[in-house]
Structure formats: C-alpha cells, structure tokens
C-alpha cells in the first residue's frame, strides 16, 4: 500500500545494509489494484545489491483476472521474481480443483507456488479453518494430478511465534512408500 516514492526510500536504505541479501516484498495488489502495478512502482521495488522477491497472496483463481495478470507480467518482465502465499480457506479453495487451479494458473505467470498456509487460530476465523487432515489430503490430491512446479509447501504457523512447520503430508514409512494414489510399495525394492 505504500507509494512508489516510499518503497524506493525503503528499498534504497534496505541497499546500504550490508547483511541485508534477500528483499522479499508481500502484496495483494496486483490482485486488488492491478492498475497500481507502473513502471515507477517496479523501479522501486528493485534493491541495489539484492536478491528481490514479489510474493503475492491470492487465495482464489477468480482473483487472477487479465488486469491482475497482466500486472504480475509486469512485476516479472521488471526482473522481479514472484513467489505466492495462499490460506487455505474452508469454502473457498480447500477442494483439488480449485486449488489445483490457483497453483496452476500461478506457474502459467511464472509464480512461483510458495506457501499454502493451514489457517490460523485467530479469533473470528475458525469457520473459515480445516483440519490438518482435510490439508494433508488436499496436498495428495494436487500431487497426484498437477506438476511438481504447482506444489506449495502446506505450513502450519505454530501459535506463540514458534515458526511455521511443514505439515504435508508424508510418504515414507518404514521399509515403504506411498505413490499419490495411495499405493504402497517396498522401499528398497525386495530382491535388490
């Protein structure tokens, strides 16, 4: 939300901090004010001496329009790399297909799928939560149908400022894989 102007200040003093390597910039507006995405606001995004990266939070494929697409075109032919952050919302995107959709439609742009975040225990949200279960089965199901380039790592942002855990889910177990059907198999093959 910040102006042009001021994101070049920011970006310029962010320049002169040594240890300062990776600048990574999180919006909605490419989705929310695709019209905001200039030429002037991607000159200022960029960081002398930096790796800068765009991630863009988008939870649903219909936020993805032309003029929001056409501004994460612009932010990527700038030489800005972008990344996604999507919340994984019960209702809203927590079936394969539209998922599936969102992360597909992010690697048609050149975004690269990041985070799909289980949603937080805050207050006011928990009818918009699913279990880790319904997540894990969610991350089965994109695996078994869509590319490698369209899987967001699930994450779980632990309450009290912990971190965020990876909470996909888990192919291996002892002496066996599971392949994205739900099949079983010897791992390492017998007879080998």
Same mark, same amino acid.
């Given at each position: 939300?910040?102006?042009?102007?001021?994101?070049?200040?920011?970006?310029?003093?962010?320049?002169?901090?040594?240890?300062?390597?990776?600048?990574?910039?999180?919006?909605?507006?490419?989705?929310?004010?695709?019209?905001?995405?200039?030429? %002037? #606001? @991607?000159? +200022?995004? &960029?960081? $002398?001496?930096?790796?800068?990266?765009? !991630?863009?939070?988008?939870?649903?494929?219909? %936020? #993805? @329009?032309? +003029?929001? &697409?056409? $501004?994460?075109?612009?932010?990527?032919? !700038?030489?800005?790399?972008?990344?996604?952050?999507?919340?994984?919302?019960?209702?809203?995107?927590?079936?394969?297909?539209?998922?599936? !959709?969102?992360?597909?439609?992010?690697?048609?742009?050149?975004?690269?799928?990041?985070?799909?975040?289980?949603?937080?225990?805050?207050?006011?949200?928990?009818?918009?939560?699913?279990?880790?279960?319904?997540?894990?089965?969610?991350?089965?199901?994109?695996?078994?149908?869509?590319?490698?380039?369209?899987?967001?790592?699930?994450?779980?942002?632990?309450?009290?400022?912990?971190?965020?855990?990876?909470?996909?889910?888990?192919?291996?177990?002892?002496?066996?894989?599971?392949?994205?059907?739900?099949?079983?198999?010897?791992?390492?093959?017998?007879?080998?």
């Amino acid at each position: 939300m910040l102006s042009p102007r001021r994101i070049a200040e920011l970006s310029a003093r962010l320049a002169k901090i040594e240890h300062v390597k990776v600048v990574r910039y999180h919006t909605r507006i490419p989705a929310v004010d695709p019209g905001a995405v200039t030429d %002037e #606001l @991607t000159r +200022a995004l &960029r960081c $002398a001496g930096k790796a800068v990266y765009v !991630a863009l939070h988008a939870n649903h494929p219909r %936020e #993805l @329009t032309a +003029a929001a &697409r056409a $501004a994460c075109v612009k932010i990527i032919d !700038a030489g800005l790399p972008m990344l996604s952050q999507t919340v994984l919302l019960k209702g809203v995107n927590d079936d394969p297909q539209t998922l599936g !959709a969102l992360m597909r439609a992010f690697v048609e742009l050149r975004i690269r799928p990041y985070y799909l975040h289980h949603g937080d225990l805050a207050p006011g949200t928990a009818h918009l939560r699913t279990g880790l279960e319904d997540g894990q089965a969610l991350m089965r199901a994109l695996r078994g149908t869509y590319s490698g380039l369209c899987q967001p790592t699930y994450v779980l942002d632990i309450p009290g400022g912990h971190g965020k855990a990876p909470v996909g889910p888990n192919y291996v177990g002892e002496g066996e894989v599971e392949d994205p059907n739900g099949r079983r198999h010897a791992y390492p093959p017998t007879g080998d």
